[in-house]
């Protein structure tokens, strides 16, 4: 009785050994693409250009048809959706030539008096950045808090 208890840590161990020296891999995805959802809530040009330098980034890393981002923006970082922003450019081209989608949350817009033609046109409105967030992250999508 004794040996077999000593049998079954044995073989525990040894698989926890091998499988911690297994060099770590990145998993592919279940869904064929890397699902990315970023949440801004910052402010300004420099946070914003950062943020699209990491999009960017992770698109080299993943490949731009294998992966999807969507960026979603709600308090501060809701000035990042607006047709003032002086990275709208750099953002267009996000959109047309790789799929990101910038996302405005409807509830910052109102609480700060932002009309919808304030936003930029490539541009979605969500109801909710938050809600948004968990839809996205019930859905399997991978939740990256963006601007820090």
Known sequence: MRVGFISRLMLVLMCAVTACSMPGQAQRPVSGKHRIILEVTVAGADAWKAILRNVRAVQTVFGVSGCEIEVVG??????????SNAERDAMRALTTD?????????????????????????CVVVDSAYAELVRKQEAGWVYIKAGL
């Open 74 to 83: 709600h308090g501060p970082g809701i000035g990042m959706m607006l047709n």
């Open 98 to 122: 790789t799929g990101v989608v910038f996302a405005a949350c409807a509830n910052s817009l109102r609480l700060r008096n932002i009309r919808r033609e304030e936003v930029l046109p490539f």
